[in-house]
């Protein structure tokens, strides 16, 4: 699944990344959810349509009652799902809290899950959505509170003829936990248990340059090299030539819909109405930070990516102690495009997965708690002039926009 294929020759484009619009500010606009509509492309093979068709079905079925005949008759003989969309609360079960738990369709009977965005790209479909439900019964050992919840999800599959061969699933489990009001259900043992990192990623570099290796005339392409680009260290000339025409404060999109760390930063909005006042900053937290790409996909305006933040818990996160851990959570990206134009930035992290691997308590109840749940903090204002929410754009993203430097996430948050 992990970009194994690469793309045909096509006809050579001098500059891969350019095109006429006005340069413009990277804003914050909030959308919870990434909503896109995706036309049928000139020359799109039809098997591309009928992939996603078949991807919308498994998805708006998943978690309720009719699942398991959908996925007879959408899977493969081959059929492997490589991540839960509850991967962490799954990892976390130990043999009580599994006895204790319900099927999915008894504890949330009411699910429902609207496809907000799908692409297809070759024998690749990604698609972002939106669940909602109510928590009825014991999920995945959390005792039923009776709370109705929304969430954001992302999903990865390959298919082959047809058929779904390979299945990636990731649930905003942090806000899912935070609207029902709970914690990680206490194991016999005591244990936060992290789920196993593998190696299921490349860097950006190499794969860019496989890309422009064998450059296609299309936007497509375009849009696939700048999302490359953007995270890899050894940038093209072309993406300097497209920051200097759209680009201002060093980010090659216009307007940020949502941070990779969105629980977070709502949670540091909700400290900082209580009046706890939390210095730091992300990116600090995270020493020698390097991302590392899964798949990249694009479908006419729409395009995504999938990789993982690996890095090394070396300095505090806001109150949380360092622990001098390797962290390698996923995120993925939905980014829209006018022309050739990033315009909107769209993420989703595991952020849940982010705490479980720092290991402490004090991680999970700074994400999932309260304001009064925090020990006392000085009211002074935060060193060096960042800014109490902790985005601050001390050890950022750099001028080019795209490079991690180590430590540094920037002021748009995690991404």
């Not at 619009?21 to 896109?36: G, L, R």
């Not at 009719?66 to 043999?95: G, Q, S």
Request: proline share 4%.
């Amino acid at each position: 699944m992990y970009l194994k294929r690469m793309f045909s020759v096509g006809v050579v484009s001098t500059l891969y990344l350019g095109c006429g619009f006005s340069a413009q500010a990277a804003e914050s606009i909030k959308q919870d959810y990434f909503n896109c509509a995706v036309s049928p492309q000139a020359g799109q093979p039809k098997q591309v349509e009928a992939n996603k068709a078949v991807v919308k079905r498994y998805l708006e079925a998943l978690g309720t009652a009719r699942f398991d005949t959908v996925l007879k008759d959408v899977k493969a003989a081959n059929y492997k799902e490589l991540r839960d969309e509850f991967e962490n609360l799954k990892y976390n079960l130990d043999a009580d809290l599994t006895a204790a738990s319900k099927p999915a369709v008894k504890a949330i009977p009411d699910r429902k899950n609207e496809v907000t965005c799908i692409i297809g790209d070759g024998d690749m479909v990604a698609a972002a959505i939106k669940v909602t439900g109510t928590h009825k019964d014991n999920f995945m050992g959390i005792p039923a509170t009776g709370k109705s919840f929304d969430f954001a999800g992302a999903a990865i599959f390959k298919l082959a003829n047809g058929k779904i061969t390979e299945a990636w699933l990731m649930a905003d489990e942090a806000r899912f936990m935070r609207a029902i009001g709970a914690r990680l259900p206490a194991r016999k043992d005591g244990k936060l248990i992290a789920p196993p990192v593998h190696n299921d990623t490349r860097e950006f570099d190499d794969v860019l340059a496989e890309y422009l290796a064998k450059p296609v005339d299309s936007a497509e392409f375009r849009h696939k090299v700048l999302l490359l680009s953007y995270k890899a260290k050894n940038k093209p000339e072309s993406y300097t030539a497209y920051l200097s025409k759209y680009a201002t404060g060093g980010k090659p999109y216009a307007d940020y819909l949502r941070a990779g760390n969105q629980n977070t930063v709502d949670m540091l909005a909700k400290f900082k109405e209580a009046g706890k006042v939390i210095s730091g900053a992300y990116g600090s937290a995270w020493g020698n930070r390097q991302d590392r790409i899964a798949n990249v996909m694009a479908e006419g305006d729409i395009g995504m990516f999938q990789f993982r933040m690996t890095a090394t818990n070396s300095g505090p996160l806001y109150v949380i102690p360092a622990s001098n851990k390797l962290i390698s959570a996923w995120e993925v990206g939905f980014a829209g495009f006018v022309g050739d134009k990033w315009q909107t930035a769209w993420y989703l992290g595991d952020e849940l997965g982010d705490m479980l691997e720092i290991g402490s308590k004090e991680a999970q109840e700074f994400l999932l708690g309260d304001a009064s749940s925090l020990p006392p903090i000085a009211s002074a204002a935060p060193a060096g002039g960042a800014p109490a929410d902790g985005m601050g754009a001390a050890g950022g993203m750099g001028a080019a926009g795209g490079g991690m430097a180590a430590g540094g996430m920037g002021a748009e948050g995690a991404q």
